[in-house]
């Protein structure tokens, strides 16, 4: 049973930052692209951030230049360093496998963490 656990979410103001981490634990976390994405109500889920196995990462438009994802596979987690943060990054945080990085293509999955709240605002 795959398990993602999302942590380091909060309020922030325009222009902070935060820095969200995802453990992983029952899936062969080693072999996949993960990635983050996140959900405001009404929405559709959004992949914003993928990286490779090797540590290619790619970014959606919106959040390049501003986020950086990483991770240690040795800890089996994933990270997102989020800056310059803006309203309307407002939203839930998943971490979760990607179907591809390049280009930032999203998987269809049955299992999802709780996610991590962002919100930005002052």
């Known amino acids: 049973q795959v398990q993602y656990v999302e942590s380091g979410g909060g309020l922030v103001q325009p222009g902070g930052s935060l820095r969200l981490s995802c453990a992983a634990s029952?899936?062969?976390?080693?072999?996949?692209?993960m990635g983050w994405y996140r959900q405001t109500p009404g929405k559709q889920r959004e992949l914003v951030a993928g990286?490779?196995?090797?540590?290619?990462?790619n970014y959606a438009d919106s959040v390049k230049g501003r986020f950086t994802i990483s991770r240690d596979n040795a800890k089996n987690t994933v990270y997102l360093q989020m800056n310059s943060l803006k309203p309307e990054d407002t939203a839930v945080y998943y971490c979760?496998?990607?179907?591809?990085?390049?280009?930032?293509?999203?998987?269809?999955?049955?299992?999802w963490g709780q996610g991590t709240q962002v919100t930005v605002s002052s």
């Open positions: 979760n496998e990607v179907r591809l990085v390049i280009p930032l293509t999203p998987g269809k999955y049955d299992y």
């Open positions: 029952g899936s062969i976390f080693s072999i996949y692209g």
């Open positions: 990286i490779t196995i090797a540590g290619t990462t």
